[in-house]
């Protein structure tokens, strides 16, 4: 993720984890280098591997000149520490001991912070820790997030209070302060800004829509998290009044180019009044030629349930918007999304 965020290209046609099992020179005569378990290790030599591998990289002519360098910290760092980082645009690798896990005899167990959010009144960290606690190997263990009482917002992304991360994953070392130098740095890596919220819900859709020919690229601010599955996502410049954060989403090889908004609630009955008066503002706010529906179409996943709520579009246009809820089965909290997708 840190080495897809920077856009340093992996050095295997795979993926980056065969890049990095080829620099290490891991289990040499496999045949399929996806199946190469990487051992645990412990921050000096995460640090080592994030400071090599863009070397490696401009070596095998796949970077220009690019370096990473990071601080390692025996501790943690304060809320305001890591609000800073996060607006400043750097994700923050952290050491996490939680109690009987233990790998390969290093105790430490590695997670990536990538967002915040303190509308609650408290700081609430986004965690990405792709790490199957609910695999049968590792079923002796538990999941600390539980006992953390985190939501999981998706596969292997956890939101969960910054006092509970601190103490019941017994976060113990942080990686921080990440740079990018060298004529390879994207620009955009550099800072994070704010959503700003328009007064205006007819002048946000309208720019948003004006946007989505062009990939949404002048609606970015910087990046602000990569998940394997869903790729890049940016801050939006723009975001629809009351929305907890919009976000872009770049294309992919199932999807195009997404701007969406999120509200939360904390469970459905809020939800079904706030959805009302979104509807009514989007329809007051689309476009002439716009054509919107009301829907009531429930989607069931495992996790959650998806119900569609309402969805515009134009003849001709190959941007539709969609409103859907996310109704999330564990702990039954509601996001509504607001969502518009270049197709």
Known sequence: MIFKYYDIPALHPADYQCGIVQSRKLCAGMLDCTDCALSAVDEASVVNLLEQYPASAIEAGKANNIALTVQLKDGILSEEEVKQELEEGRPIIVGLSP???????????????????????????????????????????????????????????????????RSRLKWTKTLYRMTCTGAGCLSDNLHV??????????????????????????????????????????????????AKQCVVRDKDGVSGARWSCQFRFPDRSEADKAVVDIVNRLRSSLPEGWIGTDLDMDSETEIYTKTDKFSASKPGSHSVITLYFIDTKKDGKVKIYLSVENK
């Open 193 to 242: 800004t704010a959503s700003s919220a328009g007064s205006d819900d007819r002048a946000v859709v309208q720019s948003v829509l004006e946007a989505s020919a062009g990939d949404f690229t002048t609606l970015r601010a910087g990046h602000k998290a990569v998940e394997a599955a869903i790729g890049t996502t940016w801050q939006s410049t723009v975001a629809f009044s009351g």
């Open 99 to 165: 109690r009987g896990f233990k790998v390969d005899g290093i105790r430490q167990h590695m997670a990536l912070i990538v967002g915040y959010d303190t509308s609650s009144g408290d700081l609430v960290l986004t965690v990405n820790d792709p790490l199957p606690f609910e695999d049968m190997i590792f079923l002796w263990i538990g999941s600390p997030y539980v006992s953390a009482r985190a939501s999981e917002e998706a596969e292997g992304q956890y939101e969960v209070g910054y006092e509970a991360f």
